[in-house]
């Protein structure tokens, strides 16, 4: 049995108000039609979690972290911030995330995942957009072990795309690796995610538009 086999069915959803990236996701995705691909605001998605890129401090004042704060209210960030400190030390490294009780009917979480150290940081020439999608879809599996079945379907963003200044069809490339890879594979931790991401497409520059699945590593003995 594959790990993908193992894996429960997780809906997921990419949104985003501009048409360049929907676009680019519609030919980034094409083989996957499993993805669900639409023009709009994240927050008009009913899902169980929403992923927002952020900064490594959570600072929730720009871009989506702050149409998601607005939404639902400034308690949020104090969350994210809180699981931040708790978990790392009070900075998040990019290719890591949280996942906070939203506090609201829809969705139930937010994770959070960086795309940039500071606010309004251009990324890209960086692996961050993949990093931080595998790192979002790390978090749903690690809550998922926490509370089985808590995390069915979840909504992303163009990551990057606005403020970070990543290309559409690179961040639609990035993002698709970053999803192709949690197919195959379930990481032992956040460690081991950054390190194969970042050791199979360190060349990207070189083929910056090109579309790149990463390979698993080899599976050792009594690791899941």
């Known amino acids: 049995m594959t790990v993908s086999e193992m894996k429960p069915q997780l809906k997921v959803v990419l949104s985003d108000v501009n048409t360049k990236v929907v676009q680019a996701w519609q ?21 169980d979690a929403w992923v927002s890129p952020t900064n490594s401090l959570g600072d929730m004042n720009g871009g989506v972290d702050a149409v998601i704060k607005r939404h639902l209210g400034a308690g949020i960030q104090l969350r994210v911030q809180r699981a931040i400190r708790d978990g790392f030390g009070g900075s998040l490294p990019i290719g890591s995330a949280v996942c ?10 937010l994770i959070s995942t960086p795309t940039m150290n500071q606010s ?5 020439e960086t692996l961050n957009v993949a990093l931080a ?51 195959d594979y379930s990481f032992a931790g956040y460690d081991e995610l950054r390190s194969t991401i970042c050791g199979q497409l360190g060349d990207i520059e070189s083929r910056p538009v090109q579309r ?6 080899a599976r050792s003995a009594g690791r899941r």
């Open 100 to 109: 906070v009780p939203s506090g609201a009917a829809n969705p139930k979480f």
């Open 27 to 47: 030919s980034a995705f094409a083989d996957t039609p499993e993805v669900e691909i639409s023009r709009g605001s994240i927050i008009d998605r009913r899902v």
């Open 212 to 217: 790149v699945r990463i390979t698993p590593p």
């Open 133 to 183: 999608c595998a790192a979002a879809f790390q978090a749903v599996h690690l809550q998922n072990e926490r509370e089985p079945g808590s995390i069915t379907s979840i909504a992303l963003v163009g990551m990057g795309a606005a403020t970070g200044k990543v290309p559409p069809q690179v961040c639609a490339n990035l993002m698709w690796a970053g999803y192709t890879l949690f197919q």
């Open 120 to 124: 309004a940081e251009n990324v890209r």
